[in-house]
Protein backbone atom coordinates (compact mmCIF):
# COMPACT_ATOMS: atom_id res chain seq x y z
CA UNK A 1 0.00 0.00 0.00
CA UNK A 2 1.28 3.37 -0.65
CA UNK A 3 2.55 5.45 2.18
CA UNK A 4 0.52 9.14 2.87
CA UNK A 5 3.14 11.55 2.61
CA UNK A 6 2.99 14.33 5.80
CA UNK A 7 1.36 16.86 3.65
CA UNK A 8 -1.41 14.23 2.91
CA UNK A 9 -1.71 12.91 6.31
CA UNK A 10 -1.61 16.26 7.29
CA UNK A 11 -4.37 17.47 5.38
CA UNK A 12 -6.61 14.02 6.14
CA UNK A 13 -6.24 14.88 9.73
CA UNK A 14 -7.85 18.28 9.14
CA UNK A 15 -10.19 17.61 7.08
CA UNK A 16 -11.51 14.94 9.80
CA UNK A 17 -10.89 17.64 12.21
CA UNK A 18 -13.23 20.25 10.77
CA UNK A 19 -15.63 18.07 8.80
CA UNK A 20 -16.01 15.60 11.53
CA UNK A 21 -16.97 11.35 11.41
CA UNK A 22 -20.49 12.26 11.33
CA UNK A 23 -20.45 14.89 8.17
CA UNK A 24 -23.90 14.44 6.05
CA UNK A 25 -25.26 11.42 9.08
CA UNK A 26 -28.49 12.47 10.95
CA UNK A 27 -26.19 13.18 14.01
CA UNK A 28 -25.13 16.35 11.88
CA UNK A 29 -28.65 17.42 10.95
CA UNK A 30 -29.53 16.97 14.61
CA UNK A 31 -31.79 20.28 15.05
CA UNK A 32 -31.54 20.05 18.65
CA UNK A 33 -27.62 21.64 18.05
CA UNK A 34 -29.74 24.81 16.80
CA UNK A 35 -30.76 26.75 20.28
CA UNK A 36 -33.04 29.88 20.44
CA UNK A 37 -32.18 33.02 18.92
CA UNK A 38 -30.01 35.31 21.67
CA UNK A 39 -31.60 38.38 21.29
CA UNK A 40 -35.69 37.02 21.12
CA UNK A 41 -34.36 34.57 24.45
CA UNK A 42 -33.21 37.43 25.89
CA UNK A 43 -35.86 39.58 25.70
CA UNK A 44 -37.97 36.61 27.45
CA UNK A 45 -35.42 36.14 30.69
CA UNK A 46 -36.16 39.92 31.04
CA UNK A 47 -39.61 40.08 31.11
CA UNK A 48 -40.29 36.75 33.49
CA UNK A 49 -37.67 39.43 35.72
CA UNK A 50 -39.48 42.18 35.39
CA UNK A 51 -42.63 40.22 36.66
CA UNK A 52 -41.04 38.59 39.15
CA UNK A 53 -39.93 42.06 40.89
CA UNK A 54 -43.17 43.11 40.59
CA UNK A 55 -45.11 40.58 42.15
CA UNK A 56 -42.95 40.79 44.98
CA UNK A 57 -43.86 44.67 45.60
CA UNK A 58 -46.00 45.27 48.26
CA UNK A 59 -49.80 44.70 47.80
CA UNK A 60 -49.12 42.90 44.47
CA UNK A 61 -48.73 39.04 45.96
CA UNK A 62 -50.92 36.77 44.46
CA UNK A 63 -54.03 35.62 46.40
CA UNK A 64 -54.28 33.05 48.41
CA UNK A 65 -56.05 29.79 46.70
CA UNK A 66 -59.15 28.49 47.56
CA UNK A 67 -59.71 24.81 47.77
CA UNK A 68 -61.82 24.67 44.58
CA UNK A 69 -61.44 26.66 41.90
CA UNK A 70 -63.53 28.85 40.00
CA UNK A 71 -66.34 28.41 37.78
CA UNK A 72 -66.30 29.25 34.08
CA UNK A 73 -64.98 32.72 33.32
CA UNK A 74 -67.44 35.63 32.54
CA UNK A 75 -65.38 36.67 29.34
CA UNK A 76 -65.86 33.31 27.74
CA UNK A 77 -66.63 33.56 24.06
CA UNK A 78 -70.04 31.96 23.08
CA UNK A 79 -67.85 30.22 20.87
CA UNK A 80 -65.76 28.67 23.55
CA UNK A 81 -66.34 25.14 24.62
CA UNK A 82 -65.62 21.95 27.10
CA UNK A 83 -67.31 19.47 25.28
CA UNK A 84 -65.10 16.87 23.78
CA UNK A 85 -65.49 16.45 20.24
CA UNK A 86 -62.83 13.53 19.49
CA UNK A 87 -61.31 11.34 22.20
CA UNK A 88 -58.35 9.22 21.83
CA UNK A 89 -57.70 5.96 24.37
CA UNK A 90 -54.83 3.48 24.55
CA UNK A 91 -53.44 0.83 26.83
CA UNK A 92 -54.36 0.01 29.67
CA UNK A 93 -52.99 -0.03 33.86
CA UNK A 94 -50.38 2.45 34.39
CA UNK A 95 -50.06 2.49 30.61
CA UNK A 96 -53.68 4.08 29.98
CA UNK A 97 -53.89 7.50 28.33
CA UNK A 98 -57.28 8.48 27.85
CA UNK A 99 -57.68 12.57 26.49
CA UNK A 100 -60.23 14.40 24.40
CA UNK A 101 -60.09 17.30 22.04
CA UNK A 102 -62.80 20.24 21.62
CA UNK A 103 -63.77 21.34 18.03
CA UNK A 104 -61.61 24.37 18.53
CA UNK A 105 -58.65 22.68 19.55
CA UNK A 106 -58.46 22.40 23.28
CA UNK A 107 -57.29 19.66 25.41
CA UNK A 108 -60.14 19.35 27.97
CA UNK A 109 -59.56 15.81 29.25
CA UNK A 110 -56.34 14.23 30.13
CA UNK A 111 -56.31 10.76 31.70
CA UNK A 112 -53.38 9.14 32.61
CA UNK A 113 -52.67 6.26 34.16
CA UNK A 114 -56.07 4.75 34.43
CA UNK A 115 -58.02 7.10 36.84
CA UNK A 116 -55.96 9.71 36.85
CA UNK A 117 -58.09 12.43 35.65
CA UNK A 118 -55.39 15.97 35.55
CA UNK A 119 -56.81 18.61 33.34
CA UNK A 120 -61.19 17.79 33.64
CA UNK A 121 -61.77 18.77 36.91
CA UNK A 122 -63.02 22.03 38.40
CA UNK A 123 -62.76 24.42 35.48
CA UNK A 124 -62.62 22.50 32.39
CA UNK A 125 -59.46 25.24 31.02
CA UNK A 126 -56.87 24.23 28.40
CA UNK A 127 -55.82 26.18 25.09
CA UNK A 128 -53.54 28.38 23.11
CA UNK A 129 -53.02 31.89 23.12
CA UNK A 130 -51.40 34.13 19.91
CA UNK A 131 -50.16 38.17 20.44
CA UNK A 132 -49.42 39.74 17.80
CA UNK A 133 -46.50 42.28 18.61
CA UNK A 134 -46.86 44.69 15.59
CA UNK A 135 -50.68 45.44 16.52
CA UNK A 136 -51.29 44.21 20.42
CA UNK A 137 -53.90 42.21 19.41
CA UNK A 138 -54.31 39.24 21.22
CA UNK A 139 -56.55 35.81 20.10
CA UNK A 140 -56.70 33.05 22.65
CA UNK A 141 -58.97 30.34 23.39
CA UNK A 142 -58.85 28.89 26.84
CA UNK A 143 -62.01 26.45 26.70
CA UNK A 144 -63.75 27.41 30.67
CA UNK A 145 -61.23 29.85 30.96
CA UNK A 146 -62.56 32.54 28.64
CA UNK A 147 -61.63 33.00 24.56
CA UNK A 148 -61.88 35.63 22.77
CA UNK A 149 -64.23 36.81 19.93
CA UNK A 150 -61.69 37.70 17.01
CA UNK A 151 -62.00 33.97 16.04
CA UNK A 152 -63.40 32.55 12.60
CA UNK A 153 -65.20 29.29 13.10
CA UNK A 154 -63.01 26.49 13.48
CA UNK A 155 -62.44 23.99 10.17
CA UNK A 156 -61.24 19.99 10.79
CA UNK A 157 -59.37 18.77 8.37
CA UNK A 158 -58.70 15.41 8.92
CA UNK A 159 -59.52 13.22 11.69
CA UNK A 160 -59.01 9.55 12.27
CA UNK A 161 -58.19 6.96 15.17
CA UNK A 162 -54.79 8.33 16.25
CA UNK A 163 -55.17 11.79 15.46
CA UNK A 164 -57.22 14.80 13.97
CA UNK A 165 -56.15 17.73 12.69
CA UNK A 166 -57.89 21.44 13.31
CA UNK A 167 -57.92 24.93 11.46
CA UNK A 168 -58.22 28.32 12.92
CA UNK A 169 -57.84 31.48 11.14
CA UNK A 170 -58.13 35.15 12.83
CA UNK A 171 -61.40 37.26 11.94
CA UNK A 172 -59.07 39.86 10.81
CA UNK A 173 -56.88 36.96 8.22
CA UNK A 174 -53.91 37.81 10.04
CA UNK A 175 -53.14 34.39 11.72
CA UNK A 176 -53.86 30.86 10.76
CA UNK A 177 -53.11 28.56 13.52
CA UNK A 178 -53.47 24.66 12.32
CA UNK A 179 -53.18 22.39 15.08
CA UNK A 180 -52.83 18.46 14.91
CA UNK A 181 -53.53 16.22 18.67
CA UNK A 182 -51.84 12.78 17.96
CA UNK A 183 -51.93 9.62 20.61
CA UNK A 184 -48.75 8.24 20.91
CA UNK A 185 -49.13 5.02 23.00
CA UNK A 186 -47.14 2.83 24.93
CA UNK A 187 -45.06 2.78 28.41
CA UNK A 188 -45.26 6.07 28.55
CA UNK A 189 -47.94 7.27 26.62
CA UNK A 190 -48.63 11.14 25.92
CA UNK A 191 -50.66 13.21 23.43
CA UNK A 192 -48.85 15.41 20.83
CA UNK A 193 -49.48 18.67 20.11
CA UNK A 194 -48.26 20.39 16.49
CA UNK A 195 -49.07 23.73 16.02
CA UNK A 196 -48.38 25.49 12.82
CA UNK A 197 -48.52 29.40 13.26
CA UNK A 198 -48.98 30.38 9.62
CA UNK A 199 -48.21 34.86 9.15
CA UNK A 200 -51.02 35.62 6.68
CA UNK A 201 -50.33 39.53 6.23
CA UNK A 202 -48.16 41.35 3.87
CA UNK A 203 -45.40 42.03 6.91
CA UNK A 204 -42.40 40.90 8.91
CA UNK A 205 -44.40 40.21 12.53
CA UNK A 206 -42.77 40.07 16.20
CA UNK A 207 -45.25 37.46 17.14
CA UNK A 208 -45.84 35.18 20.79
CA UNK A 209 -47.48 31.66 20.80
CA UNK A 210 -48.48 29.59 24.00
CA UNK A 211 -50.20 26.93 24.81
CA UNK A 212 -52.17 26.75 28.91
CA UNK A 213 -53.34 24.00 30.85
CA UNK A 214 -55.17 24.32 34.31
CA UNK A 215 -53.70 21.29 35.42
CA UNK A 216 -55.08 19.46 38.34
CA UNK A 217 -53.27 16.40 39.23
CA UNK A 218 -55.25 13.58 40.28
CA UNK A 219 -57.70 13.45 42.39
CA UNK A 220 -58.34 16.77 43.23
CA UNK A 221 -61.67 15.94 45.20
CA UNK A 222 -59.64 14.04 48.35
CA UNK A 223 -55.65 15.31 47.35
CA UNK A 224 -54.56 17.76 50.52
CA UNK A 225 -57.78 16.75 52.53
CA UNK A 226 -59.66 20.01 52.18
CA UNK A 227 -57.44 21.52 49.50
CA UNK A 228 -58.17 19.68 46.74
CA UNK A 229 -56.60 21.61 43.55
CA UNK A 230 -53.47 22.78 45.76
CA UNK A 231 -50.23 21.70 43.72
CA UNK A 232 -46.38 22.09 43.34
CA UNK A 233 -45.54 23.86 40.07
CA UNK A 234 -42.38 25.30 37.94
CA UNK A 235 -41.23 25.01 34.87
CA UNK A 236 -37.55 25.18 32.90
CA UNK A 237 -36.34 25.42 29.21
CA UNK A 238 -37.89 22.89 27.95
CA UNK A 239 -41.07 22.26 29.69
CA UNK A 240 -43.68 23.66 33.01
CA UNK A 241 -45.59 20.98 35.26
CA UNK A 242 -47.40 20.73 38.09
CA UNK A 243 -47.56 18.02 40.68
CA UNK A 244 -48.59 16.84 43.63
CA UNK A 245 -45.75 15.30 45.84
CA UNK A 246 -45.62 11.96 47.60
CA UNK A 247 -45.20 13.93 50.85
CA UNK A 248 -48.32 16.18 50.48
CA UNK A 249 -51.24 13.50 50.44
CA UNK A 250 -52.71 10.43 51.61
CA UNK A 251 -53.00 7.52 49.68
CA UNK A 252 -51.98 7.12 45.51
CA UNK A 253 -52.62 10.88 44.89
CA UNK A 254 -49.18 11.90 43.90
CA UNK A 255 -49.00 12.22 40.23
CA UNK A 256 -48.32 15.10 38.05
CA UNK A 257 -48.95 16.46 34.56
CA UNK A 258 -46.21 17.84 32.14
CA UNK A 259 -46.30 19.89 29.21
CA UNK A 260 -43.12 19.50 27.26
CA UNK A 261 -41.61 20.39 23.86
CA UNK A 262 -40.60 17.72 21.16
CA UNK A 263 -37.52 19.59 19.13
CA UNK A 264 -37.20 22.78 18.39
CA UNK A 265 -39.76 24.89 15.74
CA UNK A 266 -39.11 24.04 12.51
CA UNK A 267 -37.67 25.67 10.01
CA UNK A 268 -34.64 26.21 11.78
CA UNK A 269 -33.78 29.51 10.06
CA UNK A 270 -37.00 31.03 11.81
CA UNK A 271 -35.53 33.17 14.69
CA UNK A 272 -37.26 32.12 18.04
CA UNK A 273 -37.17 32.16 21.87
CA UNK A 274 -39.22 29.81 24.35
CA UNK A 275 -39.81 28.99 28.50
CA UNK A 276 -41.80 26.81 29.96
CA UNK A 277 -43.09 28.56 33.25
CA UNK A 278 -45.99 28.00 35.85
CA UNK A 279 -48.86 30.48 36.95
CA UNK A 280 -49.67 30.80 40.37
CA UNK A 281 -53.08 31.52 38.98
CA UNK A 282 -55.57 28.68 37.43
CA UNK A 283 -56.87 30.91 34.65
CA UNK A 284 -55.47 31.60 31.60
CA UNK A 285 -52.45 33.86 31.01
CA UNK A 286 -53.20 37.74 30.48
CA UNK A 287 -53.38 38.88 26.84
CA UNK A 288 -50.28 39.77 25.42
CA UNK A 289 -49.07 40.15 29.16
CA UNK A 290 -48.19 36.34 29.21
CA UNK A 291 -45.75 36.64 32.32
CA UNK A 292 -48.17 38.76 34.54
CA UNK A 293 -48.95 35.34 36.73
CA UNK A 294 -45.29 34.07 36.49
CA UNK A 295 -43.27 32.92 39.85
CA UNK A 296 -41.18 30.37 40.15
CA UNK A 297 -41.36 27.95 42.45
CA UNK A 298 -44.67 27.89 43.08
CA UNK A 299 -45.55 26.05 45.97
CA UNK A 300 -48.95 24.65 47.94
CA UNK A 301 -51.11 27.25 44.88
CA UNK A 302 -54.25 26.08 42.75
CA UNK A 303 -52.22 27.10 39.92
CA UNK A 304 -51.71 26.43 35.84
CA UNK A 305 -48.73 25.51 33.38
CA UNK A 306 -47.47 27.47 30.38
CA UNK A 307 -45.23 26.80 27.35
CA UNK A 308 -44.18 30.18 24.93
CA UNK A 309 -42.42 31.28 22.16
CA UNK A 310 -41.85 34.26 20.34
CA UNK A 311 -40.88 34.77 16.71
CA UNK A 312 -40.14 36.77 13.82
CA UNK A 313 -42.01 36.06 10.91
CA UNK A 314 -41.71 37.40 7.71
CA UNK A 315 -44.76 37.61 5.77
CA UNK A 316 -46.37 34.49 4.28
CA UNK A 317 -44.34 32.41 6.46
CA UNK A 318 -45.19 29.29 8.76
CA UNK A 319 -43.40 28.49 11.92
CA UNK A 320 -44.37 24.56 13.57
CA UNK A 321 -43.96 23.31 17.12
CA UNK A 322 -44.08 20.45 19.35
CA UNK A 323 -45.30 19.86 22.56
CA UNK A 324 -46.68 17.04 24.14
CA UNK A 325 -48.52 16.23 27.62
CA UNK A 326 -47.47 13.18 29.99
CA UNK A 327 -48.30 12.12 33.08
CA UNK A 328 -45.12 12.08 35.61
Not at 194 to 213: C, D, G, I, P
Request: proline fraction near 5%; glycine fraction near 10%; charged fraction near 15%.
Amino acid sequence: MRRLSLINLITVCLAFLVVGPFAGSALAQDDETVGPDTILQNRILHDMAAAKAASALPGNAAPASSAQEQGKSSAVSPAATNTCAYTFTSGSGQTYLQFCVTVNGNITEFQSPVGVEQIRQGAYSEGYQICDGTTGIAYYDYADAGATANWNAPVTLSSSSTSVKIQRTTSDGAWTLTQTFTKVGGTNPYAKITMALKNNSAETKFVELARYADSDPDHADSAHGNDGFLQDLDGTLDSAWGYIGIGNTSGNNAYGLMLQIVGNPSPTSVPYGREGFAQNVSSGPPACSIFSHYASPITNTDGSIVYFYDFDLVHGQTVTVNERYMSF
